[in-house]
């Protein structure tokens, strides 16, 4: 397969219904799945639970979800990881999420590359929230900092590559008046 050149800006840019397919499967996926807490069906029909999904919707969400694992799993694991880091909803410092807004896990994951990674999760969201602290301080300094611009630019790139190489194996057509 040919590899298709970037022409333009709006190459880079992330596809709109990729990128809800993406949002979705990352943070609201299990949920559309019907597994969530039963204490909001509790309240009765007129509270909050009663918008829990019916046995067709759970159903049509979790082969949603299987079809987008499956592309996933079909990447290249650092293109996959990008995508994770990017869409993975986490309680990062507000000036950090202001400065770079999607990009910003994928920049606080790249700037943990240096450092040996934990091996439990857990031990890697605290290195994760240690080095977003850091680096939500160098946010006021982004103009003249070249640790942050770097890490942007790098995760810029990273995030354009790992969308388009999902956008292929989801079956994508290439954008109009260009051919692969």
Same mark, same amino acid.
């Not at 450092?115 to 160098?138: H, I, S």
């Given at each position: 397969?040919?590899?298709?050149?970037?022409?333009?800006l @709006?190459?880079?840019?992330?596809?709109v219904?990729?990128?809800?397919e993406?949002?979705?499967?990352?943070?609201?996926?299990?949920?559309?799945?019907?597994?969530?807490?039963?204490?909001?069906?509790?309240?009765?029909?007129?509270?909050?639970?009663s918008?829990?999904?019916?046995?067709?919707?759970?159903?049509?969400?979790?082969?949603?979800?299987?079809?987008?694992?499956?592309?996933?799993?079909?990447?290249?694991?650092?293109d996959?990881?990008?995508? *994770?880091?990017?869409?993975?909803?986490?309680d990062?410092?507000v000036?950090?999420?202001?400065?770079?807004?999607?990009?910003?896990?994928?920049?606080?994951?790249?700037?943990?590359?240096?450092?040996?990674?934990?091996?439990?999760?857990?031990?890697?969201?605290?290195?994760?929230?240690?080095?977003?602290?850091?680096l939500?301080? *160098?946010?006021?300094?982004?103009?003249?900092?070249?640790?942050?611009?770097?890490?942007?630019?790098?995760? *810029?790139?990273?995030?354009? @590559?790992?969308?388009?190489?999902?956008?292929?194996?989801?079956?994508?057509?290439?954008?109009?008046?260009?051919?692969?």
């Amino acid at each position: 397969m040919k590899a298709r050149a970037v022409t333009s800006l @709006r190459d880079l840019r992330p596809n709109v219904a990729r990128d809800d397919e993406l949002d979705w499967f990352f943070n609201r996926a299990e949920c559309d799945m019907g597994n969530q807490s039963n204490y909001l069906s509790m309240l009765g029909p007129h509270g909050p639970g009663s918008a829990i999904p019916s046995p067709e919707d759970a159903a049509e969400a979790a082969h949603r979800a299987r079809r987008i694992r499956g592309w996933q799993r079909a990447m290249d694991s650092a293109d996959a990881g990008v995508l *994770q880091c990017a869409y993975e909803l986490r309680d990062w410092p507000v000036a950090l999420w202001d400065a770079l807004g999607r990009l910003t896990g994928v920049v606080v994951r790249l700037a943990c590359a240096l450092d040996p990674l934990p091996e439990d999760r857990r031990g890697l969201q605290l290195m994760e929230m240690a080095r977003a602290d850091w680096l939500a301080g *160098q946010c006021p300094h982004a103009a003249v900092d070249t640790t942050v611009i770097r890490l942007r630019r790098d995760a *810029q790139v990273r995030f354009a @590559r790992a969308h388009h190489a999902y956008g292929a194996l989801r079956g994508d057509a290439p954008p109009r008046g260009r051919s692969s």
